[in-house]
């Protein structure tokens, strides 16, 4: 089974600001089956970002993924209030799902 | 749009079985697979399952095998999860889950989540 680890567990930043989380694999993931969701308190995680790069329906541009092998990256250019939140990284690939522990995006 | 509209929360005794529901609509349910997804309070995600609605053929978690059962009534386009021989660490939200395309394991569409609690 691959495990997915997330750092930072926790980033504290300022509306406006950058935010940069990483997923790192146990093996090789496809680019094509690495996937981010955003969780809101309360809430049922929201696709943003499947196969790696691309961004899901609706969702704005700030939100962009990158990354390849064992190392991907979520990056929100310019955090907006909304975006204060808990993210996933998750793969699939051997018929296995797993999900990454989340990183807490925190005023 | 497309909608999974999840049954209510439970409160079970250890040892016990759940048995939770995931109604779908807006779509046409032999489509896409569906899958389900549970998180302990405060805690990740954790992947369990998915289920053919076409054929009910279903592919369980290793973790989970043995222990859940899932199934589908066609009539109501509505999918089934149990779990059986409860334990206090099945205490969690449960979310049936819709993928982008079929075959595809980036779930776009999920259910607004099922609470069950396992408490003597």
């Known amino acids: 089974e691959i495990v997915l680890t997330q750092s930072p567990g926790t980033l504290s930043l300022s509306p406006g600001e950058r935010a940069t989380l990483s997923c790192r694999a146990s093996q090789t993931v496809s680019s094509n089956y690495l996937v981010w969701y955003q969780q809101k308190l309360g809430q049922a995680p929201r696709l943003l970002i499947y196969s790696s790069s691309s961004r899901a329906t609706g969702i704005p541009d700030r939100f962009s993924g990158s990354g390849s092998g064992t190392d991907f990256t979520l990056t929100i250019s310019r955090l907006e209030p909304e975006d204060f939140a808990v993210y996933y990284c998750q793969q699939y690939g051997s018929s296995s799902v797993t999900f990454g522990q989340g990183t807490k995006v925190e005023v | 749009q497309v909608q999974l509209l999840q049954s209510g929360a439970e409160v079970k005794r250890p040892g016990a079985s759940v048995k939770i529901s995931c109604k779908t609509s807006?779509?046409?349910?032999?489509?896409?697979?569906l899958h389900w997804v549970r998180q302990a309070p405060g805690q990740g995600l954790e992947y369990m399952g998915i289920i053919n609605p076409t054929r009910g053929s279903t592919t369980y978690a290793q973790q989970f095998q043995g222990r859940v059962s899932m199934t589908r009534d066609t009539s109501t386009a509505t999918v089934f999860m149990e779990l059986n021989s409860l334990g206090s660490d099945d205490t969690a939200v449960y979310y049936c889950?819709?993928?982008?395309?079929?075959?595809?394991?980036?779930?776009?569409?999920w259910g607004q989540g099922t609470m069950v609690t396992v408490s003597s």
């Open positions: 889950a819709k993928p982008l395309w079929n075959g595809d394991y980036a779930f776009d569409s």
């Open positions: 807006e779509y046409t349910f032999n489509t896409f697979f």
